[in-house]
């Protein structure tokens, strides 16, 4: 009988896309690209949000976008519609976006004819949270029908991000939002975040949220 | 599906930490698993034994250690010790 022995490693396990987000991260401050990537649960406004921002910024900046899915193009043909470069990352069975298939998608694009590349992620509010892109935003979105204490039961994503955004704020009234208390659930899990709140249905927030990414 | 492809990370990392040590045989791996870093146990349990399969770790076992924070790393690698092995 043979014994065993420890050999201690205290190696990170991300550390494979770690680096390569490091590279990336490199790449884009080289070009001037500012790079923002959204996260959320599905269907919390990504995309129609994405519509608007790129619609706004369009005729001042040199924008492209990245969309993740797992089965569908519908997005990049919703995204397309705004007349900006866009390309669909489809993910197949994986549930969030990473490093690697970020830099495979920009490979036909040269960066430093962008001033801002988005990227709309995959819906999930677990996964993502694992995995840096090299953005230098990311924007956590909630919307008021969704629960006030999203923040609270999915911390992990909210500490992995920049910025929170409560999207779909025109219906606020209909679903008796409780804006203090989807503030205060934020607050708990990440003191100090900011908070914008938006409706890509009416523009409301539109010029505080341009304000925040054009700075 | 989240815990597969972190099976799979892990599997990287060992296999590069076991050839930089002369492959030896390894029997188990070590890993602490803050609780904010989103991995489900029970998931990534059963997702290392299929990232293992065709590889030098098929048949290891992983042992988890779960700890409060956001740390997510392989801390320590169990190996058959070479002086026994040779008697
Ligand atoms: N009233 C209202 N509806 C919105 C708003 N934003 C999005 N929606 C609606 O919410 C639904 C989902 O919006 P999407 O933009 O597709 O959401 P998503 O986060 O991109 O979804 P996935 O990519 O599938 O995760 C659609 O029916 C939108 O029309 C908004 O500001 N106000
Ligand atoms: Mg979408």
Redesign the pocket.
């Known amino acids: 009988m043979s014994e065993t022995r420890l050999i201690e490693v205290r190696r990170n396990v991300f550390k494979k896309n770690d680096l390569l987000a490091r590279e990336l991260r490199a790449r884009y401050r080289d070009a001037g690209t500012r790079v923002i990537s959204l996260v959320?649960?599905?269907?919390?406004?990504?995309?129609?949000?994405?519509?608007r921002t790129l619609t706004e910024l369009r005729g001042r900046f040199r924008v492209a976008a990245l969309?993740g899915?797992l089965a569908t193009d519908n997005?990049a043909a919703?995204l397309a519609r705004t007349q900006v470069p866009v390309k669909q990352i489809t993910t197949g069975t994986v549930c969030h976006l990473d490093a690697e298939m970020v830099q495979d998608a920009l490979e036909e694009w040269t960066l430093s004819d962008l001033d801002f590349l988005f990227i709309?992620n995959?819906?999930n509010l677990v996964c993502p949270s694992s995995y840096d892109l090299g953005e230098s935003l990311r924007a956590v979105?909630m919307?008021v029908t969704e629960g006030e204490d999203k923040p609270r039961k999915y911390p992990t994503i909210f500490h992995s991000a920049d910025v929170a955004i409560i999207?779909?704020?025109?219906?606020a009234d209909a679903v008796e939002f409780d804006r203090a208390a989807a503030r205060a659930s934020i607050e708990a899990v990440r003191p100090g975040m900011k908070v914008l709140e938006?409706?890509?249905?009416?523009g409301a927030g539109m010029p505080e949220w341009l304000a925040e990414i054009e700075r | 599906m989240h815990e597969l492809s972190i099976a799979v990370s892990i599997v990287d990392a060992v296999c590069e930490e076991l050839q930089r040590r002369g492959d030896p045989r390894l029997i188990a791996v070590h890993l602490t698993m803050g609780a904010l870093s989103g991995v489900v146990k029970e998931s990534l349990l059963f997702a290392y034994d299929a990232a293992c399969e065709g590889t030098p770790l098929a048949g290891t076992q992983l042992v988890i250690e779960e700890t409060p924070g956001e740390e997510f790393l392989v801390t320590a690698l169990e190996i058959e010790d070479e002086r026994d092995a040779a008697d």
């Open positions: 959320s649960s599905p269907g919390s406004g990504k995309t129609a949000f994405l519509e969309v899915d997005d919703r709309e995959v819906g979105l919307s999207t779909k704020i025109d219906l938006v409706s890509a249905r009416t």
